[in-house]
């Protein structure tokens, strides 16, 4: 039986192949899937004369067509809920893992060469986690085109999920053994034959053993070295220099030559020295992969801590449901020792809840009725019942991720500066190479090539492109694990260089956990009630305030509604009772609802009054208090001494203000600030040229958080998502924040030596080298040992324990 042919292309179709498509009303035979879609597509058109005005087959659908309609797969929405998220209009910003990558300079070639598209806004590539932050205008052009553009460069882009991450890993860490393997085998062996060839070996014995020195250096060439060949080509293609090209051009000279002499039996071979560096370059590749999948996991996809399912509760009983199905006003229940699946608000229940996630703290919180608890935190020792107030991507644990991703994503201007120079310096350590080929070729032609060569081994600038990036992210993720964010790349590098240092009081150097202390009723005798009728009215107002005070009101919030409510900043509360309109705030803020001629006076200045007001007069004054946040005397006096000029802005107008810079030890203080006064202050002090951080609570403090050189917020699980800071704190005790300055410090420290240690080895083996002083193999262990000390220099700042880096407090 003779096969047919296919209808498209003309080749056979396999008996057991079923893809007709029906052309002018006749079932045609198809080959496969790839001539089936093809033909169908020229059908739908209605391009069937196609068919019949045609000389020969079609060719075969090829790899590229199907590798685009891979890609394709990327537009749909669906896939790009895992990876791809919204900006403003048609802007869309997509987190991508890159395959391939092998040094800085990759980052950079990614960067040039996709930003030549007019629908790409911004592009961040971080070598370090191979990831890549791509913000698009989604109109233009869609995002598979994009990744088709990468992988055509040799990037090959999939979606930045936590399964990815991993999979990556895995297939990077076992690609990279078996290619070290094989040029460890190779250079044992090489060497081994090379000791006979060196020894007294002649005539047809090393002629032999030349021979078998190239066929056990041919694997390690053709397939451990294949990255080193694989990114210079596609650099050269787009026409830049990354460290690479130097790399490969070494060993494909060495190779080349010493293959020239086995063949013609003339002049030296150094396939023993070619082993030999590629197995040393691949050391010290493999540990600086190792490190960098490392800090990926010290940083985690946090979204991976949430449990799959929760226990909802459905008219009292409980129902397992997944959590994806969860919404706001859900109640559920946790038991000891399970992870909160949501964020959430305790409804009952007492019980103990580990934060060290959050805050790097071991040491159990203590939660109760109206606490909140954060998703993927520990619950302790009793059941908890939860009111769900935020999940999936609304979370602080979501929130937390993408300050993280975001982060990743902004290079430091100091490693961009590196990633620059290390790109002119490869392009000078060819010229150098030449002339010193073409100096050895005037005094000792035998030896011109292995001099250059060596010359070329020795200055490969990889030490240098890893200076700062490994000191940067080991020292990020040192403070991650202490409980503080880095949300900005240029964090560490301003911290060193900082002046003054400007704290919020309520919520920063106070826990902002406010109670009430007393009640001083000055209501008239028309207006006369008990104090608890003006606490449930203080209540209903407060009940839907985001405001630290409003906690102290919290045992009232329901037993009265508040309708038409409204929140002034630095000033109070408003909203109707009951049809009686009312205020409590602040005393000139109260008072301006009956048009009092002056503010009310409050009764003493050592405590923080609140005043309630209806449209008649002033009713009740509230004291409340406020706790110190723990740390904050040892924070002041760290701070104090190490220089820097310390003060105290607060929106809180009573003394109180006064009374904690004077125990803290802060001479310069303002009280009643509002966020305009705050902003005109540090505008002020950056005029003088002063270097200023920010400390605030990310609630009322945002323009001056968005204006400071550094700002750091305390976490809020309301604001987190929000905040416009460049860093977060995330941990109870402030002793830690002042570590943060002498670990940014020895950030700037640790990368000075990085830069003197990589520099300086090329000053001076570069003489050495040209000299003739260095072989290739001497130069091969002494590029890849530079490149391992600034990796292990950098390391020290991911191992440096928590009391190298803050005080203790306490006993």
Same mark, same amino acid.
């Given at each position: 039986m003779s096969e047919r042919p296919c209808?498209?292309?003309?080749?056979?179709?396999?008996?057991?192949?079923?893809?007709?498509?029906?052309?002018?009303?006749?079932?045609?035979?198809?080959?496969?899937?790839?001539? /089936?879609?093809?033909?169908?597509?020229?059908?739908?058109?209605?391009?069937?004369?196609?068919?019949?005005?045609? #000389? %020969?087959a079609s060719e075969r659908p090829d790899e590229t067509a199907a590798t685009a309609a891979e890609w394709e797969l990327y537009d749909s929405d669906a896939l790009q809920a895992d990876f791809v998220s919204a900006g403003e209009g048609s802007e869309r910003r997509a987190q991508l893992l890159l395959e391939g990558m092998t040094c800085a300079a990759c980052s950079w070639l990614i960067e040039t060469h996709?930003?030549?598209?007019?629908?790409?806004? /911004?592009?961040?590539v971080d070598v370090t986690t191979h990831r890549c932050t791509l913000t698009w205008d989604a109109d233009q052009q869609p995002l598979s085109e994009l990744m088709a553009e990468l992988a055509r460069i040799?990037?090959?882009?999939?979606?930045?999920?936590?399964?990815?991450?991993?999979?990556?890993?895995?297939?990077?860490?076992? /690609?990279?053994?078996?290619?070290?393997?094989?040029?460890?085998?190779?250079?044992? /062996?090489?060497?081994?034959?090379?000791?006979?060839?060196?020894?007294?070996?002649?005539?047809?014995?090393?002629?032999?053993?030349?021979?078998?020195?190239?066929?056990?250096?041919?694997?390690v060439v053709w397939f451990s070295a294949a990255p080193f060949f694989q990114a210079a080509w596609r650099s050269l293609k787009a026409r830049q220099l990354i460290m690479d090209v130097p790399v490969a051009l070494a060993i494909g000279l060495a190779y080349g030559a010493s293959a020239w002499a086995t063949i013609t039996g003339r002049g030296d071979v150094y396939f023993?020295?070619?082993?030999?560096?590629?197995?040393? #370059? #691949?050391?010290?590749?493999?540990?600086?992969?190792?490190?960098r999948h490392r800090n990926r996991l010290a940083y985690g996809n946090l979204a991976q801590l949430m449990p799959l399912s929760a226990r909802r509760l459905e008219q009292g009983k409980e129902v397992s449901v997944p959590v994806k199905t969860l919404t706001l006003g859900d109640r559920v229940r946790v038991k000891s020792g399970e992870t909160f699946p949501c964020d959430g608000r305790v409804i009952q229940g007492q019980s103990d809840v580990v934060e060290a996630l959050l805050t790097?703290?071991?040491?159990?919180?203590?939660?109760?009725?109206?606490?909140?608890?954060?998703?993927?935190?520990?619950?302790? %020792?009793?059941d908890l019942e939860l009111e769900v107030t935020a999940v999936g991507g609304d979370t602080q644990l979501s929130a937390i991720e993408r300050l993280v991703v975001q982060a990743e994503a902004e290079k430091p201007r100091q490693v961009a500066l590196a990633d620059t120079v290390a790109r002119y310096f490869v392009g000078a350590v060819l010229v150098v190479f030449a002339l010193v080929w073409g100096a050895w070729m005037l005094i000792q032609p035998e030896r011109a090539f292995w001099v250059a060569l060596s010359v070329l081994v020795v200055t490969c600038p990889c030490a240098l492109a890893l200076a700062m990036p490994t000191a940067l992210t080991a020292a990020t993720a040192n403070l991650r694990r202490r409980g503080f964010l880095i949300a900005r790349g240029h964090v560490l590098e301003t911290l060193a260089k900082v002046d003054r240092v400007i704290l919020d009081k309520t919520g920063t150097l106070t826990l902002g956990q406010f109670s009430l202390q007393s009640v001083k009723n000055v209501s008239q005798a028309k207006d006369h009630h008990a104090d608890e009728h003006w606490l449930a009215i203080a209540g209903a107002l407060e009940?839907?305030?985001?405001?630290?005070?409003?906690?102290?009101?919290?045992?009232?919030?329901?037993?009265?509604?508040? %309708?038409e409510t409204r929140q002034y900043t630095a000033a109070g509360v408003e909203g109707t009772v009951d049809g009686e309109r009312y205020r409590l705030g602040s005393a000139a803020f109260a008072g301006a609802l009956y048009q009092a001629t002056e503010a009310p006076t409050p009764p003493d200045d050592e405590a923080l009054w609140l005043l309630l007001s209806n449209t008649r007069g002033p009713l009740v004054w509230f004291s409340l208090e406020d706790e110190l946040r723990p740390g904050a005397q040892a924070l002041i006096s760290t701070l104090r001494a190490r220089g820097l000029a310390l003060e105290l802005l607060s929106g809180d107008s009573s003394g109180a203000v006064a009374r904690l810079a004077e125990t803290l030890g802060i001479d310069t203080y303002t009280a009643g600030a509002r966020p305009e006064d705050k902003l005109q202050r540090l505008q002020e002090v950056q005029a003088r040229g002063e270097k200023v951080v920010m400390v605030g609570d990310g609630i009322n403090d945002v323009p001056v958080l968005s204006s400071a050189d550094v700002s750091v917020a305390m976490a809020c699980a309301s604001d987190l998502a929000q905040t416009r800071a460049d860093a977060v704190f995330l941990n109870s005790d402030l002793a830690v924040l002042a570590g943060i300055f002498e670990l940014a410090k020895r950030t700037r420290q640790v990368i000075r030596q990085n830069l003197l240690l990589s520099l300086g080895y090329n000053v001076v083996a570069l003489p050495l080298a040209a000299a003739g002083l260095v072989p290739p193999w001497l130069a091969a262990i002494g590029m890849t040992s530079s490149s391992l000390v600034v990796v292990f220099n950098a390391l020290r700042l991911h191992r440096a324990p928590a009391t190298e880096i803050a005080p203790r407090t306490g006993g």
């Open positions: 209808y498209h292309c003309g080749l056979p179709v396999p008996e057991t192949a079923d893809f007709a498509v029906t052309v002018n009303g006749e079932r045609q035979p198809m080959c496969c899937p790839g001539c /089936q879609a093809v033909a169908t597509a020229i059908v739908d058109g209605g391009l069937e004369r196609f068919y019949q005005y045609r #000389l %020969e996709l930003k030549r598209s007019p629908s790409v806004r /911004q592009l961040s040799g990037y090959r882009p999939r979606p930045a999920t936590d399964e990815a991450h991993r999979a990556l890993a895995q297939q990077e860490n076992r /690609q990279a053994l078996l290619r070290l393997g094989v040029a460890g085998f190779g250079m044992m /062996q090489a060497g081994m034959v090379a000791v006979g060839m060196y020894t007294g070996a002649v005539d047809e014995w090393k002629l032999f053993l030349r021979w078998l020195s190239f066929l056990v250096a041919t694997p023993e020295s070619i082993a030999m560096f590629t197995f040393f #370059l #691949l050391v010290g590749r493999y540990l600086e992969m190792r490190t790097g703290e071991s040491r159990p919180i203590p939660k109760g009725p109206g606490d909140r608890v954060v998703g993927g935190t520990l619950n302790g %020792e009793s009940a839907p305030a985001r405001h630290p005070l409003a906690v102290a009101f919290r045992p009232w919030f329901n037993h009265f509604r508040a %309708e």
